[in-house]
């Protein structure tokens, strides 16, 4: 069974950095791509930024395209999601996940595992 916790969520000042990481445990981590998603208050969950299993390609949001960097360590069967320039609306709480496919994807169906999710607040 494969399990994903994240971790690093918390509260920073709007323009200021958080580092999330997601640990895995079963299955092979390097056969599969990693994403992150985020749902904040009122609204519906969405894709953040996934990254293949080779950690070559990665993908992302265009509202967090050149502030955030996903990254994986298939040593440490650990994703991370660096943020920078955080902004207000960057609130939410982000999950991490585990997709079906090797190729970093945005489709929320591509992904068959979820965290529990880690809150980020970010003051304005």
């Known amino acids: 069974q494969v399990q994903l916790v994240e971790s690093g969520g918390g509260l920073v000042e709007a323009g200021g950095s958080l580092r999330l990481s997601c640990a895995a445990s079963?299955?092979?981590?390097?056969?599969?791509?990693m994403g992150w998603f985020r749902q904040a208050p009122g609204k519906e969950r969405e894709f953040v930024a996934a990254?293949?299993?080779?950690?070559?390609?990665?993908d992302y949001a265009n509202s967090v395209k050149g502030r955030f960097t996903i990254s994986r360590d298939n040593a440490k069967n650990t994703v991370y999601l660096q943020m920078n320039s955080l902004k207000a609306e960057d609130t939410a709480i982000y999950y991490c996940?585990?997709?079906?496919?090797?190729?970093?994807?945005?489709?929320?169906?591509?992904?068959?595992?979820w965290g529990q999710g880690t809150q980020v607040t970010v003051s304005s």
């Open positions: 996940a585990r997709s079906r496919y090797r190729s970093a994807v945005q489709g929320q169906l591509a992904y068959d595992y």
């Open positions: 079963g299955g092979t981590f390097s056969s599969y791509a």
């Open positions: 990254v293949s299993g080779s950690g070559a390609n990665s």
